[in-house]
């Protein structure tokens, strides 16, 4: 039987009509419009695309949007100096910047120099370390779509044996974390695991996020398992066509799993939602609102 196809576009759509009535309730109970304030440092095309739609998503549903578009030159010393005019503005309760910064710039000091309680990218260390200890944190953004993906069809993860393919501070580390919070029994595999094949045919849930297209092969699949596919990659066919697809060979992994996300469609569109969700945490956690 053919796997469930799950909705990337829909279930995102849900999280930003979810942010919009966030939005709406805390500008009646406290008065405030959270705003999220990206920085882009040179003209990256795909940056410049993915700015323009956080921007545009986040007007949508009601929040501020401040840009910050700096050239390629700027300084390392201007970027920083920025980032703590951002840490200091109350109107902005969340900062992203765009990577990757140009070659000149140390991204990791300038990542770090975010205030942890406005890092809607889930970054920061203290962040990543608010995230394995249980904490209240804000968590990186394509993760936190994946689990949300994974409990449409397990609503309940507890003791569900996951396999997650990638080990990225990004991706891979706060997926497990997520997936360990949420009693799932987890290994993360990655391109020194043996056997690969043998270890991801014991996951009732794989989550794959490596970067290879299409790496991920039928006989991979526990039959009636649950995939979803983190990877993003640009080929080229044989008939000299461009198209994305994911790191699990979509067609004949759909033959077997009992659902799968599709590419594109599936985890892509749930980072940005989860953005404007992660600004929602983030005044609610600057504010000291519970949940
Ligand atoms: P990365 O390159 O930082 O990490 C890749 C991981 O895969 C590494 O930990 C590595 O150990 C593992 N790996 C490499 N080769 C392997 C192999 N042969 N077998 C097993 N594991 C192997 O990449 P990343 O930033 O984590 O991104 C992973 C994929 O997810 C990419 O395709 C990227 O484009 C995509 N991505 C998508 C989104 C989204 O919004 N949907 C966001 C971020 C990343």
Same mark, same amino acid.
């Given at each position: ?20 009535? $966030? ?7 406290? $008065? ?18 993915? #700015? ?6 986040? #007007? ?58 406005? $890092? ?7 962040? #990543? ?26 609503? $309940? ?15 891979? *580390? ?47 699949? *526990?039959?009636?398992?649950? #995939? ?29 799993? +009992? ?8 985890? +892509? ?14 005044? *609610? ?7």
């Amino acid at each position: 039987m053919a796997a469930q196809v799950i909705d990337g576009k829909a279930i995102a759509a849900e999280v930003r009509a979810e942010v919009a009535r $966030d939005v709406k309730a805390l500008q009646k109970s406290h $008065d405030l419009t959270p705003g999220l304030a990206v920085v882009l440092v040179g003209e990256d095309p795909a940056s410049q695309v993915y #700015v323009r739609n956080k921007a545009a998503q986040t #007007v949508e549903t009601g929040m501020q949007s401040f840009e910050y578009k700096l050239p390629a030159d700027t300084s390392e010393y201007d970027i920083l100096a920025l980032v703590q005019r951002l840490n200091a503005n109350k109107n902005v309760n969340g900062i992203l910047v765009q990577l990757p910064l140009p070659k000149h710039v140390n991204a990791e000091k300038v990542l770090n120099s975010i205030d942890p309680d406005k $890092d809607v990218d889930g970054f920061h260390p203290t962040n #990543v370390g608010r995230l394995w200890i249980g904490e209240r944190a804000l968590v990186p953004c394509t993760p936190t779509g994946s689990a949300i993906l994974a409990k449409k069809v397990i609503p $309940d993860l507890r003791g569900v044996n996951a396999v997650v393919i990638g080990r990225s501070n990004i991706v891979g *580390k706060p997926m497990a974390a997520l997936l360990l919070r949420e009693s799932c029994t987890v290994t993360v595999a990655h391109s020194k695991t043996k056997d690969l094949p043998a270890v991801c045919r014991g996951a009732d849930l794989l989550v794959a996020a490596v970067g290879i297209p299409e790496m991920v092969k039928r006989d991979w699949i *526990k039959p009636g398992a649950v #995939v979803i596919d983190v990877g993003i990659n640009r080929i080229t066919t044989p008939e000299g066509k461009n198209k994305l697809v994911g790191d699990v060979a979509y067609a004949e992994c759909a033959e077997v799993a +009992g659902a799968i996300t599709p590419v594109p469609g599936g985890v +892509g569109p749930m980072t940005i939602a989860c953005l404007l969700q992660n600004t929602i945490t983030a005044a *609610k956690i600057q504010y000291n609102i519970k949940d």
